[in-house]
C-alpha cells in the first residue's frame, strides 16, 4: 500500500504563486513516475504534469510556461510550482503514482483562484 499526502493548496489571487508538496510513502520512490493532476468541479480529473524516475517531464498544454513539476528523492516528495495563477486553475490537486498498472491517490488538495 502507497500513501501520497499532499499539501500547500490555498486561495490566491489571480496572478499570484502557490507551490503543493506530495510525500510519498513507498521506500523505492526514486524509481516512480508521479504526476499531479487536477479535477474542477463537474468536469473530469486532468493530467497536469508528470515527471519519470528519470526526471523527464511532461506537461498540460494549459500550464506550460506557468507550472513546473518537481522531486526530491532524499524527501520522496514531488513538488508542483505554480505561478501566474489564473481563475481557471482553481480545481482539487491531486498527486498520483501509476504502480504495477494500479493507481495510487492522494486525498487532495484545493486550489482556489478567485476571478
Known amino acids: 500500500q502507497v500513501q501520497l499526502v499532499e499539501s500547500g493548496g490555498g486561495l490566491v489571487q489571480p496572478g499570484g504563486s502557490l507551490r503543493l508538496s506530495c510525500v510519498s510513502s513507498?521506500?523505492?520512490?526514486?524509481?516512480?513516475?508521479m504526476a499531479w493532476y487536477r479535477q474542477a468541479p463537474g468536469t473530469q480529473r486532468e493530467l497536469v504534469a508528470r515527471?519519470?524516475?528519470?526526471?523527464?517531464?511532461n506537461y498540460a498544454d494549459s500550464v506550460k510556461g506557468r507550472f513546473t513539476i518537481s522531486r526530491d528523492n532524499a524527501k520522496n516528495t514531488v513538488y508542483l510550482q505554480m505561478n501566474n495563477l489564473k481563475p481557471e486553475d482553481t480545481a482539487v490537486y491531486y498527486c498520483?503514482?501509476?504502480?504495477?498498472?494500479?493507481?495510487?491517490w492522494g486525498q487532495g488538495t484545493q486550489v482556489t483562484v478567485p476571478s
Open positions: 498520483n503514482t501509476p504502480i504495477i498498472g494500479y493507481d495510487y
Open positions: 513507498r521506500s523505492m520512490f526514486n524509481l516512480d513516475t
Open positions: 515527471i519519470t524516475s528519470g526526471g523527464s517531464t
